[in-house]
Nanobody
Framework: QVQLVESGGGLVQAGESLRLSCALS????????MGWFRQAPGKERGLVSF????????YYPDSVKGRFTVSRDNAKNVLYLQMNSLRPEDTAVYYC??????????????????WGKGTLVTVSS
């Protein structure tokens, strides 16, 4: 049974940075592609980054490209999301998710079988 636990959320001011972490337990971390999603109040959950099992492929939507960086440490079973130059519109609950699928880009929430409970990021203006 895969378990995912996010940490690192909090309240920051616009322009500041945060680093989110997601620890996977129960299975071999390197067997999974990983994604970060976010959901703001009243909005649908959307992808903010994807990284494949080897970290050779990463994807960001335009809304976060150049500001967010996803990485993973397969030895420590941890996924990271470095978020720089945060904006009020980045305010959301951030979720990490794992997929056993091996496609090169896995961008849809339905591609992911396992989800964490989320961590709240609040960016004040």
């Amino acid at each position: 049974q895969v378990q995912l636990v996010e940490s690192g959320g909090g309240l920051v001011q616009a322009g500041e940075s945060l680093r989110l972490s997601c620890a996977l337990s129960g299975r071999t971390f390197s067997n999974y592609g990983m994604g970060w999603f976010r959901q703001a109040p009243g909005k649908e959950r959307g992808l903010v980054s994807f990284i494949n099992w080897s970290a050779r492929t990463a994807y960001y939507p335009d809304s976060v490209k150049g500001r967010f960086t996803v990485s993973r440490d397969n030895a420590k079973n941890v996924l990271y999301l470095q978020m720089n130059s945060l904006r009020p519109e980045d305010t959301a609950v951030y979720y990490c998710a794992a997929t056993p699928l091996t496609g090169s880009l896995l961008l849809r929430a339905n591609d992911y079988a396992y989800w964490g409970k989320g961590t709240l990021v609040t960016v004040s203006s």
